[in-house]
């Protein structure tokens, strides 16, 4: 089984209000990647049923390609959602790959994927209640800037990579 580092990683969490295992999140995730492969980062922003946002991430990935950031960063969207006690989440993503795999309308052919969306479906079982939607890149904007702004203090030397030299070239 591969691992998804979480050490390290700049987050901001906020508290929310209310029993968060009965809670329904709403999650966006985005992955950008400049090349392909190429430099790349995550964005993330949650909101709890109130509108109160409970988190946000943007991370460097270092070198890999914009399918493994997509995953990348639904991956660590849900792991830090789960930690902080949510069961329900509504999943939006730009990613018409992500979703449909996701959604078994799509066959996952790429093996490098395929590790990927097996951990996406692992973390997934542990909810409740999960709904995987679709979006337009026009409702993602906010994700696709901190992922972008990740790539740039990567590229600046900001922050570090949090994917290992060996990890990203399984991708």
Known sequence: MMSFPSAGREKQKKESVGERSSDIVDLWSDGASRGNPGPAGIGVLAKDSSGREVLRLSEYLGETTNNVAEYYALISALEELSEMGYRRVRVNSDSELLVRQLSGIFKV?????????????????????????????????????????????????????????GEASLF
């Open 109 to 165: 052919k790429s093996r490098k994927l395929m590790p990927l969306v097996g951990k996406v479906k692992q973390i997934l079982a542990a909810y409740d209640d999960v709904e995987l939607n679709h979006i337009n890149r026009s409702e993602n904007v906010e994700c696709d800037r901190l992922a972008n702004e990740a790539i740039d203090e990567g590229l600046a030397g900001v922050k570090k990579p949090i994917l290992t030299e």
